[in-house]
């Protein structure tokens, strides 16, 4: 089982950047497919970037070109650079971790259950 621990979250311009971290504990990220997910107030929560736990990765539409999804299995840590910010990128953003392998790829970018370890979240503000 895995511990997930996010950090790097604040408060920016538009059109600045962040970097997210989640630090994984209690076993090795690089077994698990990964992602990030947020959730802005009165709103579902959406998917952002998943990375297989082999190296692929799919990005949400929204974010497709301004961010990036990487891990170090070295650190095991999780990242996401995000650049070129908007205010509509306010939401909490959440790290989540499965290993069910017969998870479908095509759904865990899309359904929240596809993951079942969540981190507690850190905070995106991006103000305009």
């Known amino acids: 089982q895995v511990k997930l621990v996010e950090s790097g979250g604040g408060s920016v311009q538009a059109g600045g950047s962040l970097r997210l971290s989640c630090a994984g504990s209690g076993s090795p990220v690089s077994s698990y497919t990964m992602a990030w997910f947020r959730q802005a107030p009165g709103k579902e929560r959406e998917g952002v970037a998943v990375?297989?736990?082999?190296?692929?990765?799919t990005y949400g539409d929204s974010v497709k070109g301004r961010s990036t999804i990487s891990r170090d299995n070295a650190a095991n840590t999780l990242y996401l650079q995000m650049n070129n910010l908007k205010p509509e990128d306010t939401a909490m953003y959440y790290c989540a971790a499965d290993r069910r392998t017969w998870i479908r790829w095509d759904s865990r970018l899309t359904d929240p259950s596809a993951f079942n370890y969540w981190g507690q979240g850190t905070q995106v503000t991006v103000s305009s």
């Open positions: 990375i297989g736990s082999v190296g692929p990765t």
